[in-house]
């Protein structure tokens, strides 16, 4: 499956990584030189892929909402509620009766619930049945430019709302010759439309300096590995 490629990578990674540490040799140009095709392969599977098919149940009822996610949004014997919306940039959702209500980032339990009590504060329904399906997924993709071997876009499994930046970069191919990892540029656009610019030291968490924790990028984040100056 998607993910059981993806944790198998992962776990290449992490036993490369003590490896190394133990012989105290540079694990920079190591780990991010190291192949990606489990992950890539990963990656390009029918449930990593936009708009894909109904995922098993567990998948559904942890995945969060995002923007441009198609819903179905039914009322139990109101038929003439029942709608098809698409979810904004904004994260909000059209509804009829209600207009705009935000769904961005709840699962699909937290959003029927939220629409069920909307409902009732407009004193539309008194006790109404929501039910919230999603019918087509959006693409979840990181965009990663610069001085990596293979810029583009990295398609994310459906199920999957983070990942840890050292894979990513490491999926597109890891970095040049000249790339700089200590200060990775990560642009991440919030839901009210503002940009926030985060400055990554890669370098910092593959050699475990400083007791560094993953980074962990989402979809919709812009990655830039700047050019090193010689």
């Known amino acids: 499956s998607a993910m059981s490629a993806y944790d198998r990578f992962v776990g290449g990674v992490n036993l490369v990584a003590a490896f190394y ?19 890539l392969a990963a990656a390009e599977t ?4 936009p708009r894909a098919a ?8 942890s995945y969060h909402l995002s923007p441009r996610d198609l819903i179905r949004v039914t009322v139990f014997n109101e038929p003439d509620v029942a709608k098809d919306s698409r979810i904004d940039s904004q994260g ?12 961005s980032r709840l699962t699909v339990n937290q959003a029927q619930e939220k629409i069920r009590q909307a409902y009732i504060a407009a004193e539309i329904f008194v006790r109404p049945r929501v039910s919230v399906s999603v019918i087509e997924y ?30 990513v970069i490491t999926t597109a ?20 439309g503002t940009e926030q ?32 100056v010689l």
């Open 21 to 39: 540490s133990h012989l105290r040799l540079p694990l920079l140009p190591i780990l991010l030189c190291l192949g990606s095709s489990a992950w």
């Open 46 to 49: 029918p449930a990593a892929r």
């Open 54 to 61: 109904e995922p098993p149940p567990e998948v559904r009822d």
């Open 92 to 103: 909000n959702v059209s509804l009829e009766l209600l207009g705009p209500v935000n769904v």
């Open 138 to 167: 959006s693409a979840r993709q990181i965009s990663v430019n610069g001085q990596v071997k293979n810029p583009g876009m990295i398609n994310l499994p459906i199920e999957m709302d983070s990942v840890d930046i050292v894979v």
């Open 173 to 192: 191919g890891g970095v040049t010759r000249i790339g700089r990892v200590d200060r990775v540029m990560v642009t991440r656009k919030s839901p009210n």
């Open 197 to 228: 610019q985060i400055t990554v030291d890669v370098e910092q968490m593959l050699n475990g300096r400083g007791g560094a924790k993953p980074f962990m990028v989402e979809p919709g984040d812009y990655i830039f590995v700047p050019e090193r």
